[in-house]
């Protein structure tokens, strides 16, 4: 089974289980990089905003194309409720490319379903769901067995 590990991380907690994620299983990794500058404070309301709005950002390009891979674990931060802007901008381009796909989601406390069901939306429905808040994957306090199965 070819596998991809997808994900975007401003704050790098999404990073660190993303990275344990392909740690693993046999697999390529990516990072989801913005072209809007979501770093700092200013960055933080710009979330916030386009988080509530669900805009689509520009991305830097891709090295792997999600159409080579049996399944594409795709990993992101909440944002206002939603998935972060530049995971589901990254959805939103590879549209009609996943063969399977598996989100992955960090938050503070909630907006969970919410980030799944806008994910779907943009792509197609998982064959699972990882929700983890950050102190869940700052402890390492969870068990990957059934989400990477
Ligand atoms: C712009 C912005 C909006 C956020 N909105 C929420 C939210 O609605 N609910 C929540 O529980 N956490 C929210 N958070 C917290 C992040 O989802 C959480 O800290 C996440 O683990 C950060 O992942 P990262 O380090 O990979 O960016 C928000 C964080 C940012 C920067």
Not at 14 to 29: M, P, V
Not at 79 to 97: C, E, F, T, V
Request: aromatic content about 10%; glycine content about 6%; some cysteine.
């Amino acid at each position: 089974m070819k596998s991809l590990v997808v994900y975007y991380s401003r704050s790098n907690i999404t990073k660190k289980l993303a990275e344990d994620i392909a740690s693993q299983i046999d697999c390529d990794i990516e990072e989801i990089k913005s072209k809007v500058d979501y770093n700092g404070r200013l960055g933080y309301a710009r979330g916030i905003k386009d988080g509530a709005s669900g805009k689509i950002v520009e991305i830097e390009s891709q090295k792997y194309d999600p159409q080579d891979y049996d399944v594409v674990y795709i990993g992101s931060p909440i944002w206002a409720s939603r998935a972060a802007n530049p995971a589901i901008s990254y959805l939103n381009q590879n549209k009609g490319k996943f063969n399977n796909v598996k989100f992955f989601l960090t938050a503070a406390a909630s907006g969970f379903d919410s980030g799944f069901k806008q994910m779907e939306e943009k792509s197609m429905k998982p064959l699972k769901t990882l929700a983890l808040t950050t102190k869940e994957v700052k402890n390492k306090d969870y068990d990957l067995t059934s989400f990477l199965e």
